[in-house]
Nanobody, 124 residues
Framework: QVQLVESGGGLVQAGGSLRLSCAAS????????MGWFRQAPGKEREFVAT????????NYADSVKGRFTISRENAKNTMYLQMNSLKPEDTSVYYC?????????????????WGQGTQVTVSS
């Protein structure tokens, strides 16, 4: 399995931006599709975005489409989530995950490895 560590979370005002990073170790992520998920207090973990192994294909949840951008740098074994126009409802713990597949998986169960999460808080 690949080990994942998220960073870049914090407190931001509504309308602001944050960039999350997911650093991988143990194995090269170039063989993995990668994803971002989030979980708000009292809610289930939900899909945010996914990117295929090459970075040429992406998929987003409707709630973040047009505001968030997922990207990756396989040479650095790192994935990113650029979050713009943040809203209070984006407040969650954000998790990165890796799936050993060529597709763009959205269900949690298709991901093999998970990070510990980073808190994002958007104030109104």
């Amino acid at each position: 399995q690949v080990q994942l560590v998220e960073s870049g979370g914090g407190l931001v005002q509504a309308g602001g931006s944050l960039r999350l990073s997911c650093a991988a170790s143990g194995r090269a992520i170039s063989s993995y599709s990668m994803g971002w998920f989030r979980q708000a207090p009292g809610k289930e973990r939900e899909f945010v975005a996914t990117i295929n192994w090459s970075g040429r294909r992406t998929n987003y949840a409707d709630s973040v489409k047009g505001r968030f951008t997922i990207s990756r740098e396989n040479a650095k074994n790192t994935m990113y989530l650029q979050m713009n126009s943040l809203k209070p409802e984006d407040t969650s713990v954000y998790y990165c995950a890796a799936a050993y597949t060529l597709g763009l998986p959205t269900p949690l169960a298709e991901y093999d490895s998970w990070g510990q999460g980073t808190q994002v808080t958007v104030s109104s």
